[in-house]
């Protein structure tokens, strides 16, 4: 065990002074002292219970999709249909239970409509999307797979976090953390945010916005009793509108949806003053807009946010340039809000804040310089403790405890993880473990001396009597750590990462590094006893 | 220069002689602990039991105005909020639970956080929002279920580690030394209703791996021992064993303490509930792993024999040739 090559030394030194020189860049920017440019500066990052800032947490309705995907097989089965040559002529449309059934007119057309609707059900070709069945020989019904709705959920997720992404970063807040957790949820951290109402609207809004005729034959006691015509829907007019707490009937189908936006911007209505947004319409966009008001000049639409009306005004003319304006009861900031969803795209899917936590800078602050505060004291006791009681002994496993630090927070700064509050506290407890092992060494060779051993002897057997219990504690330890990560979330996961890592570097620091300097002084003062 | 000794040399305590008494006491607390679960309930926080939590400083007044809170939150029709201070006299954590009807409900969480910190900052002008936490009641529940998986594998994993390291009898006396930790840190928080966060499942987590390496150390020793002293009864081999192991026991407690103790006096508030679990863990876990797991040991058979290495294929079939086998 004396034996340490010189190449061995060199290596575990390294090995030491790497870490260490990790965890420079995050002890100079803690001190506020500015670390070159020139050098790489791998820091740790401040959990938001520390540094301060919002995490939300939301979740999509994944019910949603599955309806919103059969809505839109309603509207390609009709326009497939309609288009067709000769037109196949279909009845009894009808989207309940979770499918889509139809009634072909003529049994002959069967072929026919099925070759048409092949593509369809079976999507990208890697997934079979939705299931054709045929009842009595001339009803079709549809109905979705489960692989097709995971498809269509997993889809919609991805959209909705690249949606989320966008939205956020037209805040303009600094270092947004936007991730996928799971099937249905994303998790968004904004560090240094501390009033998250903004994000929260921003986010709560889908921004699906449609432009629908108004249905004119519609009787006004039915509308204001809530039955719609056939074909037409009833709507509430939104809250903000001019006509709050009103229905109106509108058209189902055939209006524009606004997801062929390329450009929307908050203004102000040059005669009435008041807050609108400016959208501007791609090509194909535009030309349908043109078509659609040139078609009923005169006649009253609905422009629907998020299945409210927000305002129902009159074609005047042709709107041909595929610009349009959309007013209805906006402050300057709903105004710019909605001009930011506009242009980040709807939300395929509605999201739900269901976890939100906020914390306060001056908090987080306070709480590092408490928690230093208090490493501190608590590392003097336990030095002044170590030195009491093992002397020389003790002087090598606080200098091994300093490194252990240090590595530790080296290796976070390398790995880019992140310190939590608990995390702290997870050092404490990586000190405690460090510390108990060379308690186990230091008492183990107390005993062998006392057996009367040699002082050479006494410190071989008492490093490797001991090693067998520190090993053996720290991988149960490490059992419990990795579960403890795997299992836990947000705070936990902090304290766990600290955890393993500290059971990693306080075996190297407390049982390897001090071996390598009790060798070096054993075989340069040649002590015939030990003051232990 | 004196060395420091806490624990004098050649301690001969007879651990193992009050091991009956000592066993029922801790079964009693085992069984006295649950019923306080079963019957107090555990105060969880907003973590686990979802609902809201504003944590306010109120900046210019030397105490928070806990009972004119009490009222004016309770005014908005949550039921009585949970007011607790933290840290300063000034700092307080206000928490709304969840009413039934809304833990089904997507963003009703959200919703009366909104509203409770909208009346705050409406009354009182002054106060500094230090941060607020929502978890609806659907997160809350997965937050449960995962502590408690979270506990029972880490349990169940490290039994397993032990079992295979040690003898089968070790892996029960240490499992049942993390049952017996775990369930009297759960009666402590029902009895003085502190509030049970995820924090703390990190600190009963860490108190788990606190009382292993006591435990460990322990086996480590007896492990040892039982090779080394073959004729030796079990009871007076384990009492030897422990002996042996006191000084490192004492001392690695207390250099633990003298970390925490700065900790829980001096610590960020919202470190306290952690600190305060796995200081009082330091204690449960070292006294289980010597009254709990080493007499279960006596009872569950180990003897001499136990770690004598496997008979050799050539002994086996020597006895078979004999007739014995």
């Known amino acids: ?532 | 220069m004196k060395l420091l000794k806490l624990v004098p040399d050649d301690t001969n305590i007879k651990f193992l002689k009050w091991r009956v008494p000592f066993f029922v006491v801790s079964l009693l607390l085992i069984a006295a602990s649950w019923a306080l679960v079963l019957t107090k309930g555990i105060n969880y926080g907003v973590d686990f039991a979802g609902g809201q939590e504003v944590r306010v400083t109120f900046e210019q007044r030397a105490e928070a105005p806990i009972a004119e809170l009490r009222e004016k939150i309770g005014s908005l029709g949550y039921g009585d909020p949970v007011i607790q201070r933290f840290g300063a006299e000034n700092q307080v954590s206000i928490r709304v639970r969840l009413p039934e009807e809304a833990e089904s409900v997507p963003g009703a969480a959200t919703e009366i956080g909104n509203k409770v910190i909208a009346k705050i900052q409406s009354e009182y002008p002054n106060v500094r929002r230090d941060g607020n936490d929502t978890v609806s009641g659907k997160v809350a529940g997965e937050f449960r279920n995962d502590a408690v998986l979270a506990l029972i594998a880490a349990m169940i994993a490290v039994a397993i580690y032990i079992w295979i390291r040690f003898e089968w009898q070790f892996g029960v006396g240490g499992l049942f030394a993390l049952f017996h930790d775990v369930s009297l840190t759960l009666g402590m928080f029902a009895l003085f209703q502190m509030e049970f966060s995820l924090q703390i499942i990190a600190a009963i987590l860490a108190i788990i791996g606190y009382s292993l390496n006591d435990t460990i150390v322990v086996y480590d020793r007896i492990r040892e021992n039982l090779k080394k002293y073959r004729k030796m009864p079990v009871p007076e081999l384990l009492d030897l064993s422990v002996n042996e192991t006191l000084a490192r026991t004492v001392m690695t407690s207390l250099t633990l303490l003298v970390a925490l103790v700065p900790l829980l006096l001096f610590g960020p508030a919202s470190l306290f509930g952690l600190t305060a679990a796995i200081t009082l863990g330091i204690f449960v876990g070292t006294y289980s792993s010597i009254y709990m797991a080493a007499p279960l040991l006596v009872w569950l058979g180990v003897t001499s024999d136990s770690f004598v290495p496997d008979e050799t294929v050539a002994d086996r079939q020597e006895r078979v040739a004999r007739g014995e086998g």
């Open chain 1, 1 to 532: 065990m004396l034996e340490f090559p010189t190449w061995r030394k060199i290596w575990l030194w390294g090995l030491t002074l790497v870490a260490c020189l990790a965890a420079l860049p995050s002890l100079f920017s803690t001190a506020g002292v500015g670390w070159p440019d020139s050098l790489p500066d791998p820091e740790i990052n401040l959990g938001l219970d520390l540094a301060g800032g919002s995490h939300i947490l939301l979740e999509a309705r994944a019910d949603q999709v599955a309806a919103q995907r059969l809505e839109n097989m309603e509207e390609s089965v009709r326009s497939l249909m309609r288009d067709a040559e000769p037109r196949i002529r279909i009845g009894d449309v009808a989207t309940t239970g979770g499918q889509m059934s139809f009634m072909l007119d003529n049994p002959a057309d069967l072929d026919r409509a099925r070759e048409l609707l092949l593509p369809i059900v079976n999507g990208n070709g890697l997934t079979r999307e939705w299931d054709l069945q045929v009842v009595d020989g001339q009803r079709m019904v549809l109905s979705p797979t489960d692989d097709g709705i995971e498809q269509a959920v997993s889809d919609a997720m991805d959209s909705a976090t690249e949606v989320v992404r966008k939205r956020i970063d037209a805040l303009g807040t600094r270092e947004p953390t936007i991730i996928r957790q799971g099937d249905t949820r994303i998790v968004v951290q904004v560090p240094g945010l501390q009033d998250p109402d903004q994000l929260k609207e921003l986010l709560g809004q889908t921004a699906k916005l449609e432009f629908k005729l108004v249905d004119a034959s519609a009787l006004p006691t039915d509308v204001a009793a809530g039955i719609a015509p056939p074909g037409s829907q009833i709507y509430n007019y939104s809250e903000t509108s001019d006509f709050a707490g009103q229905t109106v009937a509108v058209r189902r189908l055939g209006g524009i949806r606004g997801d062929s936006l390329t450009n929307a911007q908050a203004g102000v209505d040059q005669q009435t003053n008041e807050p609108v947004v400016n959208i501007q319409f791609d090509q194909q966009g535009g030309a349908k807009f043109a078509k659609l008001s040139t078609e009923n000049v005169g006649k009253s639409f609905a422009i629907i946010l998020d299945g409210e009306v927000i305002s129902s005004p009159y074609f005047r003319e042709p709107i041909l340039g595929g610009s349009a304006q959309i007013s209805g009861g906006f402050t300057p900031e709903s105004a710019n809000n909605l001009a930011i969803s506009l242009r980040s795209g709807a939300l395929p899917v509605d999201l739900t804040v269901i976890e939100e936590r906020t914390v306060g800078p001056d908090l987080g602050a306070d709480s590092i310089r408490k928690g230093l505060l208090a490493m501190m004291i608590g590392s003097v006791a336990v030095v002044v403790l170590m030195i009491g009681s093992y002397g020389r002994f003790g002087v090598y496993a606080t200098i091994a405890l300093v490194f252990n630090v240090l590595m530790i927070l080296g290796i976070m700064a390398g790995l880019n993880t992140t310190l939590t509050l608990p995390g702290i506290a997870g050092f404490v407890l990586t000190i405690g473990a460090a510390v108990d092992a060379n308690v186990l060494i230091n008492e183990r060779i107390r005993e062998e001396r006392k057996r009367g051993r040699r002082v050479v002897t006494a410190i071989e057997t008492g490093y490797k009597e001991a090693s067998r219990a520190i090993y053996d504690a720290n991988v149960t330890n490490f059992i419990a750590g990795v579960l403890l990560f795997l299992f836990g979330s947000g705070p936990v996961r902090g304290f766990a990462v600290v955890l393993v890592i500290g059971l990693f570097t306080s075996v190297f620091t407390a049982v390897t590094l001090t071996r390598m300097w009790v060798a070096g002084w054993l075989r340069k003062a040649r002590p015939s006893d030990l003051s232990l």
